[in-house]
């Protein structure tokens, strides 16, 4: 594996949970579960680890709790040759989070995610970190950030690409007042309906969104409309891309695979954005190819592979 580019993640790594009743399930009360699995999650994470895993040089910004949890995710990081020097450790704080408790039929009973470390990532505790940072090229910024955060990185960018990921609809919003700053943003339908006001259930309406965004000043943007495919607009051109032939498996992680797919192309010098286009279509179809979030056996040949039969028409 060379690596062969300087990208910075900020934002989201922890555990998710998924807990099952085993009878049925009674809110407030006492509810017999078992542990269906533990798996490493949070967008920021899952974006940098495909991109390690793609053979880029990645590093991680983040916070965890000065507990287990936070060693295994520094751990899990570590192992694969992420760079977890600008992870902070804060006291007295839980790592981040989500348990999902599931009833006894297998649907969500109740979702719960703890992601007050995450709030502690402010400007007091970025500042001292800031000219190690803006030596990464690439930085690629999650909504889990507090909203002065994102806004004081976006001011202090330098030279550096600020990519936005905005996680949900929930915490797109946090990239509101900055959006004249951001380099490249990659959203889906809801969160792209925070953004703009517009509801997007046709490709006139995508086109209407991605419009819209490009007025603020962002020069790359892209919205996911899940198996519909994804409309991009870039320099003059607005197109719209169907997904490629997929045997879907589980689609969980789809989004923050397409991310990794693209940027670990167009952060290398001279890639086109079509050509990263097709490798953001092609990282998001492996991964809803695979059980889980991550495709751990991604290679560079089995990614241009599927890219290859990437095509765009004008919209
Ligand atoms: N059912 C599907 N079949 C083929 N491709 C899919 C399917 N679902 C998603 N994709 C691919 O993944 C991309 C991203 O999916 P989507 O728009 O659902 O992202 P998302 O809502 O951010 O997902 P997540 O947050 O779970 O990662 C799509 O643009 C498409 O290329
Ligand atoms: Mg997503």
Redesign the pocket.
């Known amino acids: 594996m060379t690596p062969n580019t300087n990208i910075l993640c900020f934002g989201a790594a922890h555990f998710d949970r998924t807990l099952q009743c085993t009878e049925t399930f009674v809110p407030a009360a006492s509810n017999p579960v078992r542990t269906l699995h533990r798996k490493p999650g949070g967008?920021s994470r899952?974006i940098a680890v495909h991109l390690r895993l793609l053979g880029n040089n990645v590093a991680m910004l983040g916070a965890v709790g000065d507990d287990g949890d936070g060693d295994q995710v520094i751990e899990s990081l570590s192992d694969i040759g992420i760079d977890t020097r600008h992870v902070m450790k804060i006291k007295d704080v839980a790592t981040a989070g989500y348990t999902a408790l599931l009833d006894e039929t297998g649907e969500l009973a109740l979702g719960m995610m703890n992601a007050e470390v995450y709030d502690m990532l402010s400007i007091d505790r970025l500042q001292p970190h800031l000219a190690n940072l803006l030596a990464r090229p690439w930085w690629l910024i999650d909504a889990n950030l507090p909203t002065e955060s994102i806004q004081w990185l976006a001011e202090n960018k330098g030279t550096s690409k600020f990519c936005a990921a905005t996680v949900s609809p929930s915490k797109a919003g946090r990239f509101k007042n900055v959006l004249d700053k951001v380099d490249l943003l990659i959203a889906?339908?809801?969160?792209t309906r925070v953004l703009t006001g517009i509801d997007i259930t046709s490709l006139d309406q995508a086109k209407r969104a991605v419009e819209l965004l490009r007025s603020t000043g962002i020069p790359d943007v892209i919205i996911?409309?899940?198996?519909?495919?994804?409309v991009s607009s870039s320099g003059s051109k607005i197109a719209f891309?169907p997904?490629?032939p997929?045997k879907?498996k589980d689609?969980?992680?789809?989004?923050?695979?397409?991310y990794s797919g693209f940027l670990s192309a167009y952060a290398k010098p001279k890639t086109n954005f079509d050509t990263a286009m097709a490798s953001g279509?092609a990282m998001?179809?492996l991964?809803?190819e695979t059980e889980g979030?991550t495709v751990w056996d991604v290679s560079q040949e089995a990614l241009a592979t599927r890219a290859e039969h990437a095509e765009s028409t004008p919209l």
Do not use: I, K, Y
């Open positions: 967008v899952n889906n339908r809801a969160e996911t409309l899940g198996a519909q495919g994804v891309w997904p490629l997929t879907v689609v969980n992680g789809a989004g923050d695979a397409f279509l998001a179809s991964t809803a979030t």
